[in-house]
């Protein structure tokens, strides 16, 4: 037997294993509501970014603040808070590294004011090191890395929207 015709059977002999674990492919979260009001300051990107998901994934409708009484759901950004915190010195004492953190706090309620998620912190952080020489190069990432942040905050916002099950 040839090492290929080997390796063909020990894959897919493999297979049923796989499909025993329980792998699936991630897929689009189910919400066990149609109808949304979200909360969020009006300059929020991180609202709008939100806002932009959930609208996306086709299964619920994010209606103005102005129509709360269709809503099946209220979602309220608390806060929204970027931080930078010096982490590093040279031995001159200078800034060599830094640390980005985005916190949003955040609840998820009924019109009448039955709360199904209470109020929740969530936490991105990462680190950047420093350069005085790379100033705009080093801000230009900072401003990815928040981006970055805000997306990991989203996605996870989604999953916990996804593990209300009864309203």
Same mark, same amino acid.
Request: proline share 4%.
């Given at each position: 037997m040839s090492p290929t015709?080997?390796? %063909?059977?020990a894959a897919a002999s493999l297979l049923p294993l796989l499909a025993a674990?329980?792998?699936q492919l991630r897929r689009?979260?189910?919400f066990a509501f149609d109808t949304m009001v979200l909360g969020a300051p009006s300059g929020s990107s991180l609202g709008n970014e939100l806002k932009r998901t959930i609208a996306a994934s086709g299964r619920v409708q994010v209606l103005d603040p102005a129509q709360l009484t269709r809503a099946q759901v209220v979602l309220d %950004?608390?806060?929204e808070q970027r931080e930078k915190v010096v982490v590093g010195l040279s031995a001159t004492g200078q800034v060599r590294e830094f640390q980005l953190r985005t916190r949003v706090r955040f609840r998820l309620r009924?019109?009448?004011g039955k709360e199904l998620i209470p109020e929740t912190e969530l936490?991105?952080?990462?680190?950047?090191s420093?350069?005085?020489s790379a100033v705009l190069a080093k801000e230009s990432e900072e401003n990815l890395l928040y981006r970055d942040m805000q997306s990991d905050l989203v996605q996870q916002l989604m999953r916990r929207?996804?593990?209300?099950?009864a309203l």
């Amino acid at each position: 037997m040839s090492p290929t015709r080997r390796r %063909l059977i020990a894959a897919a002999s493999l297979l049923p294993l796989l499909a025993a674990c329980g792998f699936q492919l991630r897929r689009a979260p189910d919400f066990a509501f149609d109808t949304m009001v979200l909360g969020a300051p009006s300059g929020s990107s991180l609202g709008n970014e939100l806002k932009r998901t959930i609208a996306a994934s086709g299964r619920v409708q994010v209606l103005d603040p102005a129509q709360l009484t269709r809503a099946q759901v209220v979602l309220d %950004l608390v806060a929204e808070q970027r931080e930078k915190v010096v982490v590093g010195l040279s031995a001159t004492g200078q800034v060599r590294e830094f640390q980005l953190r985005t916190r949003v706090r955040f609840r998820l309620r009924t019109p009448a004011g039955k709360e199904l998620i209470p109020e929740t912190e969530l936490l991105q952080q990462r680190d950047i090191s420093f350069n005085e020489s790379a100033v705009l190069a080093k801000e230009s990432e900072e401003n990815l890395l928040y981006r970055d942040m805000q997306s990991d905050l989203v996605q996870q916002l989604m999953r916990r929207l996804a593990a209300v099950k009864a309203l």
